[in-house]
């Protein structure tokens, strides 16, 4: 069993960046299916991107397209997702995900274990 803790949060002006980074431990985070999702008050928590265990292939939603990139450190275990030209609505707690599968998709019920969420506020 995995364990997952984000951490980089914090207050940034739009147009600005964050990177954000989930640690691992007890597994090694490259063998399960990976994404990141965010949840703003009163809203269900939502997809950013996903990385598949199959192939390595990333998969951003639209919304973050062109704007966030995600990285991995083998070494350290750990998966991080850089936000640049932040937005008033990227504003949400954000959460990393593994999954058992080979290919997890975007549905948040796809993902097995889950981070306890850092928060982003992106002030305008």
Do not use: H
């Not at 090694?28 to 199959?54: C, H, I, M």
């Amino acid at each position: 069993q995995v364990q997952l803790v984000e951490s980089g949060g914090g207050l940034v002006q739009a147009g600005g960046s964050l990177r954000l980074s989930c640690a691992a431990s007890g597994r090694t985070l490259s063998t399960y299916s990976n994404a990141w999702f965010r949840q703003a008050p009163g809203k269900e928590r939502e997809f950013v991107v996903r990385t598949d265990r199959l192939n390595s292939r990333t998969y951003f939603a639209d919304s973050v397209k062109g704007r966030f990139t995600i990285s991995r450190d083998n070494a350290k275990n750990t998966l991080d997702l850089q936000m640049n030209s932040l937005k008033p609505e990227d504003t949400a707690v954000y959460y990393c995900a593994a999954s058992r599968a080979l290919v997890a998709g975007s549905n948040r019920d796809e993902y097995d274990y889950w981070g306890q969420g850092t928060q982003v506020t992106v002030s305008s």
